[in-house]
C-alpha cells in the first residue's frame, strides 16, 4: 500500500501481476492466495483508493506509460472477485467509482483515442464489471452511453481493430505441436475481440433495457458480424452462439425487435463464411464442444435454424403458395386488405411475409454460391421448405444454369431444381386461416382441420413450383434430344420429378375439388384444367419422348459391352418411366400422338424372345418385347414401367392378337404374371390384368372373381424367387410346358368366349338352374368357366389334346371350382362342374389323367366333413416332405394321409391359399386350438373383404357338413335326441375358432360391408341349426356364443334387426309352459337375450318366472337360473318404467326363497327410480334419462301402494351381514316398509353387539335405513334409530379410519361416503338425548391423527349447511386446528401431497361458510398467510384459501403490508407476466393482491405496492385484468394520487418501456388494430366504468381476446388532454392519421350502443373533442374524417331534453361507421370505395336502414366473393339488439340471407349466414318474430334433410353479447338455433300466461316441431361420438326448458327412436322426482347432475300455477320443485333456474 501510496508504476504492475488470473487457468476458489491478497487489500482500503489516486495522477501528468496500468489493476482484481458472489460488496465501491462521471469520461476518450494498450484496458475493465451482476450491467451500459463519447461510430471502429495473424493461426492448430491456449484468441484477446465480448456480454446479461438499447443499435450489430469470415473460429463460435441465445431464449423481447436489429446485411456477412478460405479452416484442441468444427459449419447450421422454421428466426409463418394480402390473412381479417401491421422482419412489403429471407435468397443467387460451396443446396432446399412462397420468386435471382450441356454446372443446376420441385405440398395452407381468437380458447389435444379456402393458389405460383420457367420446352427438348447419354438421363430425370410433382398437385386439387363440392365450373376445377394446359406448353411433345426411347432401346440392342448395355438400359428406364408420367399426368397429350402401348409388350419378331430380336425400335418391327420374363437390374424396372403404362393407356385392346404373335396380349400378361421372379412385377401385371379383365363381359359381375382365377394357375404358389434374385448367376426363367399349356387352351376360350358371350351366359344359366335353386349373379361363376367345360369336353372329345395336355387343363378347372365354392352358399355348383369335369376326363386315358379323376368329388366331400369321418387310420400316416410339400398341395387327395404336421413344419405356409389349408386340416388337427391360430396366420396383414367372405363361406361348409354327419343317439331318448359325438364336436369347436378369428378381421376393415356379411350369417342353415339345437356339447356352445359375440352388438339397432329372427323365436321358446323344455333351450336362448327390446324381456321375464312359480318344489336347472339372471342383467340396461317397476314386486317373492342372492340385487337396484339407488347408473344414455324421469314424475315406490309389499325375516340375518346380504339390503330398505320395519328391530337389538371391525359391512343398509326414514316428520321415534344414535362414536370412528387410508380403494372410499352420509342423517335429525353425544364426538376429532382429511372437511361442511347448533363449537375448534395443522404442512415440505390438496379445497369451502366480516383467530391466521405467500405462490389451492381468509379476518395493517410486500417480491411473481404462466394462476394471485388492498387499503396503496402491477396488466376485460383497474382505482381513491403517470408506460405485450419521454398516444398506437376491431364488433355493451362492476358474464367467452374499453377510451381520453395542455404534445397530421389505423376511434363509436349510460356518455364526449382537434389539424384525410363524424352525428338519436346522454344507438349503425373509419385509414381495403361512396352519395345516413346490403350481397364486381363475405359478417356482428332487427326486417334481411344460403355452393358463405341466424335467435323479439311470422323452424326442417350428408360446415359462433366463439358442427348449429327458439318462445309464453292471469300456458305448434327437429338433429350426429355428445349437451337442454310432455310409450312419441345411436352418459340430469327426496337422495342426484353445465347456464320455463296435485303427469312442467339447488326467482311472467350451492330448510331438506 505504501508503494501504491506513492504511484509507482513498479507498484501497479506488481500488483496486477500478482492479482491476474491466466486464461486457461481452473476456476478460482476462495482460498486461493490471491483472492486472500485482494480481500485484505479492499479491507484495508475500501474502494482501491490508492488505485484511482494513482490514476488521478496519471491523468494530470499525461504520464504515458502510467495511464493503462491503474485500470489494468482494476481489470486483474475485479476478474479475480466477480466469479466469488461472496466478494461482491468489495467491488461495489470500486464499480460506483468506475462508472461515475468523471471515471468514465476518461474511459471514452481512451476507447475513442487511438492508443491501443488504453484501449485494451479499457475494454477488459468494462467486460469485468459487466460480469458482477445483472444491476452493473445496466449501469455501466448507461454511464457508457450517457457520457456520450462513445457512439456507434466509435464501436465500429473498435470492432474492426483486429491484429494480424497468420491464416494458419485463424483456423485453429494445424501444426499440432502448439499448446491449446497459445491460439486460443481469448487467451490474448485484440481489440476486436475484447470488444465482441464485453457487448455480448451484456446482451447475454438478463438485464433486459441493455439488451433493448444494443439491438437498436443496428449499425454496431453490422459491424459485430462484417469481418466475421477472418475471424478465428473460436470468436465465430461466441458470436453466433451468443446472437442464438438471443433469438431462442429471450422471450421478453419481442421478435420483431429482434428482425429489426438482425437486418439481411448481416445474414450476408454469415453467408461470407461459405466461400471464406479462412472459413474453412478446422478448430482442433479448442474448445471441447466445437472440436472438429470450422466456422463455416458453426455459420451453416446458424443460418439454418434462424432461417428455415416457420415462426422461429426470420423465418415468419407464410401462406405457402398464396402470396401476401390474398384474400384474407385470418377469418378475422376478411376486409382490411392493407390494414395489418407490416413487421419489420415479416413483410412490409413485396408480396412475401419472408422479406429478409428472399434478400438472403437473392444475395446467394448472385454470388453464386449454389454448386459452388458446400452446404449452400442445403441451406436454400431447407429455406424454401420452410417458406413456400419464395420458391416462385427465387429462381430469378437462382443463378443457376439450366441450358442443356456436358458440365458440372448443368449437373449440379439440375439436381438442385429438381429437390425444389420435389419439396412437399404446403397443404396447410390451401386451409382456411385458424381464427387468433379459436387458437387461444383452444384447449383440445387434438385441432379440428379448417375447411378448405374457397379459392386456389395464383397460377403462376403452382406452376413454377411444379415446372419452373428457366427450365423452357426448348431446353428439356434440346435435352432429351443431346448427342451426351449423361445429358439425356439428367434431363429426363428432372423432367420426371415435375411431373411427379404436377402429379401430386393435381391429386391434391381433386381432394380440395371433392371436400369443396364443386361442379365443373369451380375455382379449383378450373385451375386444375389451367395447371394441365399450362403444363403442356412447357413440356417437350410427346414424340419427342418416344423418339428419345426409341433411340435408347436401338442403342441397347446394338450394345457390344456390359458398360454400352447398362448406360443404354439406364436410358431406357429415364424414358420409359418419362412416358409413364406422360400417361398419368397428361393423358390428353398423349392421346393426341396416337401412341400404341401394347406395342411395349411383344417383341418385334415372330416367336422371339431374345435381346437380338427385339429390332422394333428402330422402326422395321411393330413391338418392343418387354413382356418377357428374363430381366434383372434396371430392366426389371422398366418393365415395371411398361406394365404402368399399359394400365394407364387408355382403351387397350387386350383381346386383340399382339402383333405378330399369334396369340393376345392377355396371353402374354399371364405368361408374364406366371413367370416372373420379382414379387413387384408379379403384383403389378395382376392387378394390371384385374383391371382389364373387371370391365369385361367375362367379369364384370363379380371383379373379385379374378383372383381365383389368377390364384388357381400358380403351379408353385409357395416357391421362393431368392433364390434367383440372390443367385451370382441368375438363370433366365421360361414358363413351364404345363402352363403353356393352360395358357394356350385359356387364350382360346377366351376369345371364343368374348366373341358369343351370350351364348355362355346362356348356358351358364341353364347350368345353375339344373343344380336346383337359382343363385343370384354375384355368386355365379364367370362364363368363362362354362366355356372352358365345353371346350375341353369338345377337344378330348375330338382327341385334338393329348393326355399329357388333358392333366393341367383339368388340373386348373378343379382348383378353379374349388375356389369357386367360397361365393356360393352351398356346394351344387362345385358338385356340377365336379360331374362334368369327370364325363370329360372319362373319354381320356394317361396316367396324368387318371389322378385327377374325382379328385375335386373328395376334395368337396372332404370339406364338408365325410370325408373326415370316413378317412381311417391305415392312411392317416404322416407323408413324405417332398411328397406333401406347398408345390403340390392344392393337386393332393385330402384323405391321402396326415399332410398336416408335413404341411406346418414346410415353408412357404403363408404364400398358400386359405381355403386348402383349412381344406387338410383334419378332424384331430382343428380340435387343437393351437390350428386355429395357425390357420389364421397364413391370412395377409391386410386382407381384402373378398377374400374374408370366401374363407367364411368355406368354414360355414364345413360347419354344415359336420351337422349333417350321424350322431349318437343316447340310451333314453328317441332318435330325435341324437346328440353331436365328441370327434365331431371338437371339430366344431375349431371351425368356430377359425369362424370368429375371421369375423373379427372383418370387423377391421372400413365401411358398411360388415352389414352384409352379417346377414349372409344369420341365413347360412348350418349355423342356424347349430344355434338353434337342443343339445349341444357345452364347448361348442361356448364357442358359439362367442362367435355371436364378437359377430354382433346388442347396442346396435342394425344388429337387432338382422338378428329379429333369432329374437322371435327366444321369446317363442322361453313361452313354453314346462321346466323341463325350458332347461333345454335355456342356452340357447342366452346369447338372444341382450337383444331383446323391453317388452319381450318383461314378457320373457314373466314366462319363465311363471315356470319357476309353478315348478318350485322341483330343483331349477342352473341353466334356467343363468337364463333369468341374464334376463335381469339385460333388464338394467333400460331404464325403470311402470312395467319394469310392477314385474320387479312380482319377481322378488319368488326369487328370493331360491337363494338368488344375485338376481334379487339387479332387480332390486333396477327397480329403483334413477338417483335413489346407492350403484351408480352411469351407463344410461339421453334417451334412458327422459324415458325414467317420465315415469318416476307419474309415479314411484312410495306411491304404488298396490303393489305388494317384500317382507323378509331375522333368518336373512343369521351368522352376521356380509356383503352379499348388506347388497341386497341396501335397496331393499327402500321397497319395503316391512323389510324397514325387521331391520330396524335387528338394529335395535344387535347393533350394539355388533363389533367395531365390523361397522364398516353395515354401511350400504344402514345408510339405507336412515336416508329413508329421514322423510319422515318424527325419524327418531322410529324402531332402531335409537340404536343408531347410541352407535354415532363407533359410527365416527370407523369414518376417520376411512379417511385416513393413504391408498383408499373404491369400496373404501364408497363406504366412507355411505358412512359420512349416516352420519349426516343422525346429526341432522338428532333428538334431546343424542345431542350431546353427538357435540361431544365431533369435538373430539381433532384430537386425532386422521381429522385433517378432505372428508372429515366434507363431513363438518354439510353439518355447517345443516345449520344444526351443536357443530358450531366443533367447527370451530376444526378450524384453530386446521390452520395450524396446514401451516406445519406448507412449512416443512416443497410439494403438497394429493391428500394435502384436496384438504386445502374442501377447508375453502368450509372457510366460505363463515359469514364475510366474522373474525377468525387473527394468531392462526398470520402463520398460514406467510406460509403460502412464500413457499405456495405457485399453487391455485393454497391462494384460494388466502382469499377466502381474507375478509374473514382482521390483521393490523402493518402485518398485511408485510404479506403484500412478501407476495411482490417472491421469484415466482416476477415470472407471471410471460406467457408460460397459466391464466388460472394469474388470475389467483392477482385476486390475493386485490384481497390484501380490501384489508388494509390505505396503508397498501403505495407506489411501490401499484408498479409491479403494471407488467399483469394486459388491458382486456377480462376479471382478472379488471381486478387490477379496480386496484388502480382504489390506489387513486385513498392516495388522491393519478396512476396516469405509470400508464404511459404500459404496452400491450406486458414489458413496461424504458423509454422517458412517453407519450399517451404511444399507447394507443401500440394497439394491435386487428384485436381492437374484434373488440368492436363483440363489444361489450354492458361493460361500465364503475371500477368495482368485475361481474363481466363471461360463460365461455375468451375475453383476452379483445381489449377493455374502459382502458382504451380513458387512454384516449388522456392522448386529447395531453394535447390540451399545450406542452408541445399536440396531435400532428400524421399523428391523427395513427390514430384512426389503431381503430380506437371506432371503438369509440361502437361505444354510444352501450346498455350503460356512463359509457354512451363517454364517448360523445371523445366524439365531440375529437371533431373540434381535427378541425383544427390540416391533414390529407381531415376533410373525409370530418365528413364522416358529421354524418354519424346527424344518425345518433338525440338525448331526450332533460338529460345530455344520447340514446342508445343501434349496433348496425355505429358498426358501419367504426368500419367505414377503419377504412379511411387503410385506403388499400376494398370496403374504402364502397363505403365512400355510399356516404357521399346521401346527406345523411338513415339509421333505420342496413348500409350497404344490397350492393355488397348482390355484388358483380370481381371481387363479389369478399363483399359479399364482408357484409355477412357485417351483418352477423351488427345483430347484437332488437333495435338491430327491426332495422334488418325492415329489408327483409333473414328472406335475403335464406334463399342466399340455398342458391349458393359456397361453403364459408353458408357458415357466415348460420351465424347470422344463430345471433338472430338469440334475441327475442328477432326469434319470435322469426317463428312466427318467417317460418324458420320449417326452414331448419327442409335445410336439415337437404345438408344430410354435409359434414364440412364447422360455424364460429358468437354467442350473443358477450358468449365465446365456439366451433360447432352441422347438427350442433341445428341445435343451437332450435335452443334459442325454445328459450326465447318459452319465455313469451310464460309472459303472456301471467298476463292473462290464470298461469296456463297454451298450445303452441311450435313444440311439436322443436320436438321432430331435436329427433332429426340427434339421429344424424349419431355416428360421431364428439358431434353426438355436442347434440347431446344441446338437447337436453332443450328438453329440459320447453315445456314438453314425453310420454314414456315408445310409439307416441320419436324422441327414444331418435336417441338410439347415443350410448353414453348424458352431461347432465335435471330430473325431477315425484316424492319429496331425502338428504342422501339429493346429494346422488346432484352427483348425477355434477357435469359440464349446458351452453346456457339460465334455462326458463314457463310460468305455472301453484296449486294442484303435488306429482303431475307433466315431466317438464311441475308445479313443485324440491330438488336443493335450483334457486327459483320470478322475473317478468317466466321461471328463471340456476344451478345454485345445495340449500336447505328449517328442517335442513
Not at 483456423?171 to 484477446?189: H, I, L, R, Y
Not at 385476486?1487 to 390484501?1492: D, K, N
Not at 348449429?1869 to 326465447?1880: C, G, H
Amino acid at each position: 500500500m505504501r508503494a501504491l501510496d506513492r504511484s509507482s508504476s513498479t507498484a501497479l504492475i506488481a500488483i496486477r501481476n500478482q492479482l491476474t488470473v491466466k486464461f486457461d487457468e481452473p476456476p478460482v476458489s476462495a482460498t486461493d492466495p490471491r483472492v486472500k491478497l485482494a480481500n485484505e487489500y479492499l479491507e484495508k482500503s475500501p474502494g482501491a483508493a490508492e488505485i484511482f489516486d494513482a490514476w488521478d495522477l496519471a491523468i494530470n501528468t499525461n504520464h504515458p506509460l502510467l495511464l493503462p496500468l491503474p485500470l489494468a489493476a482494476l481489470s486483474s482484481l475485479i476478474a479475480l472477485l466477480s466469479p466469488l458472489s461472496f466478494f461482491h460488496p468489495l467491488l461495489s465501491p470500486i464499480l460506483t467509482r468506475l462508472i461515475s462521471p468523471q471515471i468514465i469520461r476518461s474511459i471514452t476518450q481512451y476507447l475513442a483515442g487511438t492508443r491501443t494498450d488504453l484501449i485494451l484496458v479499457s475494454l477488459k475493465a468494462l467486460a469485468e464489471s459487466v460480469k458482477v451482476g445483472e444491476r452493473w450491467a445496466g449501469r455501466v451500459w448507461e454511464a457508457l452511453a450517457g457520457s456520450g463519447g462513445v457512439n456507434a461510430k466509435v464501436w465500429g471502429k473498435l470492432l474492426g481493430m483486429r491484429r494480424k495473424i497468420s491464416s494458419g493461426a485463424a483456423g485453429g492448430d494445424e501444426g499440432g505441436g502448439k499448446k491449446s491456449g497459445s491460439n486460443n484468441p481469448f487467451a490474448s484477446p485484440d481489440i476486436r475481440v475484447l470488444s465482441l465480448n464485453f457487448l455480448l456480454s451484456l446482451l447475454l446479461s438478463p438485464h433486459l433495457p441493455t439488451k433493448l438499447a444494443i439491438l437498436s443499435q443496428s449499425s454496431v450489430i453490422r459491424a459485430m458480424f462484417k469481418p466475421v469470415p477472418e475471424d478465428h473460429v473460436l470468436v465465430v463460435q461466441r458470436l453466433l452462439q451468443a446472437w442464438w441465445e438471443v433469438w431462442f431464449l429471450e422471450k421478453r423481447i419481442a421478435r420483431g425487435t429482434k428482425v429489426a436489429a438482425f437486418t439481411s446485411d448481416v445474414v450476408g456477412e454469415i453467408l461470407k463464411l461459405y466461400s471464406s478460405v479462412m472459413s474453412r479452416k478446422v478448430s482442433i484442441g479448442g474448445d471441447a464442444g466445437i472440436e472438429g468444427y470450422s466456422a463455416r459449419s458453426l455459420g451453416h447450421h446458424f443460418l439454418i435454424s434462424i432461417l428455415t422454421v416457420p415462426g422461429a428466426g426470420l423465418c415468419f409463418q407464410d401462406q405457402g403458395w398464396y402470396p401476401r394480402g390474398f384474400e384474407s390473412e385470418t377469418v378475422e381479417d376478411v376486409e382490411e386488405g392493407g390494414g395489418r401491421k407490416g413487421g419489420a422482419g415479416g413483410g412490409g412489403g413485396g408480396g412475401v411475409h419472408n422479406k429478409v429471407v428472399r434478400e438472403v435468397l437473392r444475395t446467394i443467387g448472385s454470388e453464386g454460391l449454389v454448386g459452388d460451396e458446400d452446404g449452400v443446396a442445403e441451406l436454400v432446399l431447407k429455406i424454401l421448405e420452410g417458406s413456400p412462397e419464395l420458391v416462385a420468386s427465387y429462381w430469378a435471382s437462382s443463378g443457376i444454369t439450366l441450358d442443356p450441356r456436358l458440365s458440372s454446372r448443368f449437373l449440379i443446376s439440375t439436381a438442385h431444381l429438381s429437390a425444389i420441385v420435389s419439396l412437399p405440398i404446403p397443404i396447410a395452407s390451401f386451409r382456411m386461416p385458424t381464427p387468433s381468437s379459436s387458437a387461444v380458447a383452444s384447449t383440445s389435444s387434438t385441432p379440428t382441420l379448417q375447411a378448405f379456402r374457397p379459392t386456389p393458389p395464383p397460377l403462376n405460383n403452382i406452376i413454377e413450383n411444379i415446372l419452373p420457367s428457366i427450365f423452357p420446352k426448348q431446353f428439356s427438348t434440346k435435352g432429351l434430344l443431346s448427342k451426351h447419354p449423361l445429358v439425356q438421363q439428367t434431363t429426363a430425370v428432372t423432367l420426371s420429378r415435375c411431373l411427379s410433382k404436377l402429379h401430386q398437385v393435381l391429386n391434391t386439387f381433386l381432394d380440395v375439388q371433392t371436400s369443396l363440392e364443386e361442379g365443373d365450373h369451380g375455382l379449383w376445377t378450373v385451375r386444375r384444367v389451367e395447371i394441365e394446359r399450362e403444363m403442356r406448353k412447357r413440356v417437350p411433345d410427346v414424340q419427342t419422348v418416344v423418339g428419345f426411347a426409341m433411340a435408347a432401346a436401338k442403342t441397347a440392342s446394338a450394345a457390344t459391352t456390359e458398360e454400352e448395355s447398362t448406360r443404354a438400359a439406364v436410358l431406357t428406364e429415364a424414358a420409359l418411366r418419362l412416358l409413364s408420367l406422360y400417361h398419368l399426368t397428361l393423358p390428353a397429350l398423349v392421346a393426341e400422338a396416337k401412341f400404341d402401348v401394347g406395342k411395349l409388350l411383344v417383341p418385334g419378331g415372330e416367336k422371339g424372345k431374345g435381346k437380338e430380336e427385339v429390332d422394333a425400335v428402330g422402326g422395321t418391327g411393330d413391338g418392343w418385347g418387354f413382356a418377357r420374363s428374363n430381366v434383372f437390374g434396371v430392366e426389371a424396372l422398366t418393365q415395371l414401367h411398361v406394365l404402368r403404362l399399359v394400365g394407364e393407356g387408355g382403351e387397350f385392346a387386350w383381346g386383340g392378337r399382339a402383333g405378330s404373335s399369334p396369340n393376345t396380349y392377355i396371353y402374354h400378361l399371364l405368361a408374364l404374371y406366371l413367370s416372373t421372379p420379382h414379387p413387384a412385377t408379379r403384383t403389378t401385371s395382376s392387378a394390371l390384368i384385374t383391371r382389364l379383365l373387371s370391365s369385361s363381359v367375362l367379369f364384370e359381375h363379380d371383379p373379385s372373381e379374378i383372383t381365383i382365377w389368377l390364384e388357381s394357375m400358380i403351379s408353385n404358389p409357395t416357391s421362393s424367387i431368392q433364390d434367383v434374385e440372390e443367385s451370382a448367376t441368375p438363370t433366365e426363367p421360361s414358363l413351364s410346358s404345363d402352363n403353356e399349356i393352360l395358357l394356350t387352351f385359356l387364350d382360346d376360350s377366351i376369345r371364343r368366349c368374348l366373341k358369343t358371350p351370350y351364348k355362355y351366359l346362356e348356358d351358364s344359366l341353364h347350368f345353375v338352374v339344373s343344380t336346383g335353386e337359382p343363385i343370384s349373379p354375384k355368386e355365379a361363376p364367370s362364363p368363362l368357366l362354362v366355356t372352358l367345360l365345353e371346350q375341353l369336353a369338345a377337344k378330348v372329345k375330338g382327341k385334338l389334346l393329348t393326355p399329357k395336355e388333358v392333366a393341367p387343363i383339368a388340373a386348373y378347372i378343379r382348383r378353379l371350382a374349388f375356389g369357386l365354392v367360397g361365393k356360393q352358399r352351398d356346394l351344387a355348383y362345385g358338385e356340377e362342374v365336379a360331374r362334368r369335369l369327370d364325363e370329360s376326363l372319362e373319354k381320356s386315358g394317361g396316367e396324368e389323367v387318371a389322378l385327377e379323376k374325382g379328385l375335386l368329388k373328395k376334395q368337396l366331400g372332404y370339406l364338408t366333413g365325410a370325408g373326415l369321418a370316413s378317412e381311417s387310420s391305415s392312411n392317416g400316416g404322416s407323408m413324405d416332405v417332398d411328397e406333401v410339400s406347398p408345390r403340390n398341395l392344392m393337386d393332393l387327395d385330402p384323405s391321402h394321409g396326415d399332410t398336416w404336421t408335413t404341411l406346418t413344419s414346410s415353408e412357404g405356409l403363408s404364400t398358400l391359399p386359405f381355403a386348402y389349408i383349412f381344406l387338410h386340416a383334419s378332424l384331430p388337427q382343428l380340435s387343437d386350438a393351437s390350428t386355429s391360430t395357425t390357420i389364421l396366420s397364413t391370412l395377409p396383414s391386410a386382407p381384402s373383404l373378398p377374400l374374408l367372405q370366401r374363407s367364411i363361406r368355406h368354414v360355414t361348409h364345413r360347419i354344415t357338413g359336420l351337422l349333417s354327419l350321424p350322431r349318437t343317439k343316447s340310451s333314453s331318448s328317441k332318435s330325435k335326441s341324437a346328440v353331436i359325438s365328441d370327434e365331431v364336436a371338437s371339430c366344431l369347436q375349431g371351425c368356430l375358432r377359425v369362424l370368429k378369428g375371421l369375423v373379427e378381421r372383418v370387423k377391421e376393415l372400413p365401411g358398411g360391408a360388415n352389414d352384409a356379411l352379417k346377414r349372409e350369417l344369420v341365413a347360412d342353415a348350418g349355423l342356424k341349426e347349430l344355434l338353434m339345437m337342443e343339445k349341444v356339447p357345452k364347448g361348442v356352445r361356448a364357442v358359439l356364443a362367442e362367435v355371436v359375440d364378437s359377430c354382433f352388438d346388442a347396442r346396435s339397432s342394425v344388429d337387432r334387426q338382422i338378428t329379429a329372427s333369432y329374437q322371435d323365436w327366444a321369446v317363442t321358446v322361453l313361452a313354453k309352459t314346462s321346466l323341463k323344455s325350458l332347461s333345454k333351450y335355456a342356452e340357447a336362448c342366452a346369447p338372444w337375450i341382450h337383444f331383446l327390446a323391453l317388452p319381450a324381456l318383461i314378457a320373457s321375464a314373466d314366462s319363465v318366472l311363471s315356470i319357476v312359480s309353478v315348478a318350485s318344489d322341483e330343483k331349477t336347472a342352473p341353466h334356467v337360473a343363468t337364463l333369468l339372471l341374464s334376463i335381469f342383467t339385460a333388464l338394467k340396461k333400460y331404464p325403470t318404467t311402470p312395467a319394469t317397476l310392477s314385474l320387479a314386486k312380482r319377481s322378488l317373492p319368488i326369487l328370493l326363497p331360491l337363494g338368488m342372492l344375485t338376481t334379487v340385487v339387479d332387480l332390486l337396484e333396477t327397480s329403483l327410480p334413477l338417483g335413489y339407488s346407492p350403484a351408480a347408473q352411469s351407463s344410461f344414455t339421453i334417451k334412458d334419462a327422459v324415458i325414467t324421469a317420465d315415469s318416476t314424475a307419474s309415479g314411484s315406490f312410495v306411491a304404488s301402494s298396490s303393489s305388494p309389499d317384500i317382507s323378509i325375516d331375522f333368518d336373512l340375518f343369521a351368522g352376521g351381514l356380509n356383503d352379499e346380504k348388506a347388497a341386497l339390503l341396501a335397496p331393499l330398505l327402500y321397497q319395503s316398509e316391512s323389510a324397514r320395519e325387521v331391520f330396524g328391530r335387528w338394529l335395535a337389538s344387535n347393533l350394539e353387539s355388533v363389533p367395531s371391525s365390523s361397522i364398516h359391512a353395515l354401511a350400504s343398509p344402514l345408510a339405507a335405513f336412515l336416508d329413508v326414514n329421514s322423510s319422515k316428520s318424527d325419524p327418531s321415534s322410529t324402531e332402531g334409530w335409537k340404536a343408531c344414535e347410541i352407535a354415532f362414536p363407533r359410527l365416527l370412528a370407523t369414518f376417520l379410519v376411512l379417511s385416513a387410508s393413504s391408498e383408499p380403494t373404491v369400496a373404501s372410499t364408497k363406504t366412507r361416503e355411505l358412512v359420512g352420509e349416516s352420519l349426516a342423517s343422525l346429526a341432522q335429525f338428532n333428538s334431546e338425548e343424542s345431542a350431546a353425544l353427538i357435540e361431544s364426538s365431533l369435538a373430539g376429532v381433532v384430537s386425532t391423527t386422521a381429522a385433517f382429511t378432505s372428508s372429515v372437511c366434507d363431513l363438518f361442511l354439510r353439518l355447517v349447511k345443516l345449520g344444526l347448533p351443536l357443530i358450531f363449537k366443533p367447527v370451530v375448534a376444526f378450524l384453530d386446528a386446521s390452520m395450524e395443522w396446514l401451516v406445519r404442512q406448507v412449512s416443512g415440505t416443497d410439494e403438497d401431497s394429493v391428500a394435502v390438496v384436496a384438504f386445502f379445497g374442501s377447508l375453502n369451502n368450509l372457510v366460505k361458510l363463515q359469514v364475510a366480516g366474522s373474525t377468525l383467530k387473527t394468531h392462526l391466521i398470520e402463520p398460514i398467510f406467510t406460509a403460502i405467500l412464500q413457499d405456495r405462490l405457485t399453487s391455485e389451492y393454497a391462494l384460494d384459501l388466502v382469499i377466502s381468509l381474507a375478509p374473514r379476518t382482521s390483521m393490523k395493517p402493518a402485518i398485511v403490508v408485510r404479506n403484500l410486500q412478501l407476495l411482490l417480491s417472491n421469484r415466482s411473481f416476477s415470472a407471471i407476466p410471460l406467457s408460460s404462466t397459466p391464466r388460472t394462476l394469474r388470475a389467483r394471485i392477482v385476486t390475493t393482491i386485490r384481497a390484501l388492498f380490501d384489508m388494509s387499503p390505505a396503508t397498501c396503496c403505495q407506489p411501490a405496492h401499484i408498479e409491479p402491477l403494471m407488467a399483469l396488466y394486459r388491458g382486456t376485460p377480462d376479471h382478472t385484468d379488471r381486478t387490477i383497474l379496480s386496484i388502480f382505482h382504489l390506489f387513486e381513491r385513498h392516495r388522491r394520487i393519478s396512476v396516469a403517470s405509470l400508464l404511459t408506460s404500459w404496452s400491450p405485450d406486458g414489458l413496461p418501456s424504458m423509454s422517458s419521454s412517453r407519450r399517451p398516444l404511444d399507447i394507443i398506437v401500440a394497439l394491435d388494430p386487428a384485436k381492437v376491431l374484434r373488440t368492436c364488433t363483440s363489444f361489450p355493451t354492458r361493460r361500465s366504468f364503475n371500477p368495482q362492476d368485475l361481474d363481466l358474464d363471461a360463460g365461455d367467452i375468451d375475453l383476452q381476446t379483445l381489449y377493455d374499453p374502459v382502458y382504451l377510451l380513458a387512454a384516449y381520453a388522456a392522448v386529447l388532454i395531453d394535447g390540451e395542455l399545450g406542452l408541445g404534445n399536440e396531435l400532428s397530421g400524421l399523428d391523427w392519421v395513427e390514430v384512426v389505423r389503431s381503430n380506437v376511434l371506432g371503438l369509440v363509436v361502437c361505444a354510444l350502443s352501450s346498455r350503460k349510460e356512463d359509457m354512451r356518455s363517454m364517448a360523445s364526449f371523445l366524439i365531440a373533442k375529437t371533431y373540434s382537434y381535427i378541425q383544427e389539424t390540416m391533414f390529407q384525410e381531415q376533410t373525409q374524417l370530418l365528413y364522416t363524424l358529421n354524418l354519424l352525428r346527424h344518425s345518433c338519436p338525440a338525448p331526450s331534453e332533460d338529460s345530455t346522454i344520447p340514446h342508445r344507438s343501434p349496433t348496425v349503425i355505429t358498426l358501419f361507421f367504426a368500419q367505414t373509419l377503419r377504412s379511411i385509414g387503410n385506403p388499400s381495403s376494398f370496403v374504402y370505395p364502397a363505403a365512400s361512396r355510399f356516404l357521399l352519395q346521401r346527406p345523411e345516413v338513415d339509421a333505420g336502414d342496413v348500409p350497404l346490403l344490397y350492393g355488397m350481397l348482390y355484388s358483380s364486381d370481381d371481387g363479389w366473393k369478399q363483399e359479399r363475405s364482408w357484409i355477412v359478417k357485417f351483418l352477423r356482428d351488427g345483430m347484437r339488439s332488437a333495435e338491430d332487427w327491426r332495422i334488418l326486417q325492415r329489408r327483409h334481411t333473414f328472406s335475403l340471407l335464406a334463399s342466399l344460403f340455398q342458391s349458393t355452393p359456397d361453403l364459408p358463405i353458408r357458415r357466415l349466414i348460420l351465424e347470422v341466424f344463430i345471433n338472430m335467435t338469440q334475441n327475442p323479439t328477432a326469434c319470435v318474430a322469426l317463428v312466427r311470422r318467417e317460418g324458420f323452424l320449417s326452414w331448419i326442417g327442409i335445410q336439415m334433410g337437404l345438408l344430410r350428408d354435409e359434414k364440412e360446415i364447422v360455424v364460429v359462433v358468437k354467442g350473443g353479447e358477450e358468449k365465446a366463439e365456439l366451433e360447432m358442427e352441422v347438427e350442433e348449429v341445428w341445435l343451437r338455433l332450435v335452443e334459442n327458439v325454445v328459450v326465447n318462445l318459452g319465455a313469451e309464453d310464460a309472459k303472456k300466461a301471467e298476463e292473462k292471469g290464470d298461469g296456463k300456458v297454451g298450445k303452441a305448434s311450435w313444440r311439436g316441431e322443436v320436438l321432430a327437429l331435436v329427433a332429426r338433429a340427434v339421429k344424424g350426429a349419431g355416428e360421431c361420438r364428439d358431434a353426438s355428445f355436442c347434440c347431446a349437451e344441446s338437447s337436453e337442454l332443450i328438453l329440459f326448458s320447453s315445456s314438453f310432455q314425453i310420454k314414456s310409450e315408445p310409439s307416441t312419441s320419436p324422441l327414444p327412436s331418435c336417441f338410439d345411436s347415443l350410448s353414453f352418459p348424458p352431461p347432465s340430469l335435471p330430473l325431477l322426482l315425484p316424492s319429496p327426496p331425502s338428504s342422501t337422495t339429493s346429494r346422488r342426484i346432484s352427483s348425477l347432475s355434477n357435469r359440464p353445465s349446458p351452453s346456457f347456464p339460465l334455462l326458463r320455463l314457463p310460468l305455472e300455477s301453484r296449486s294442484g296435485s303435488r306429482r303431475t303427469s307433466s315431466f317438464l312442467r311441475p308445479t313443485r320443485l324440491d330438488l336443493p339447488g335450483l334457486e327459483r326467482s320470478k322475473t317478468s311472467g317466466e321461471l328463471l333456474w340456476r344451478w345454485e350451492p345445495e340449500r336447505k330448510d328449517s328442517r335442513g331438506r
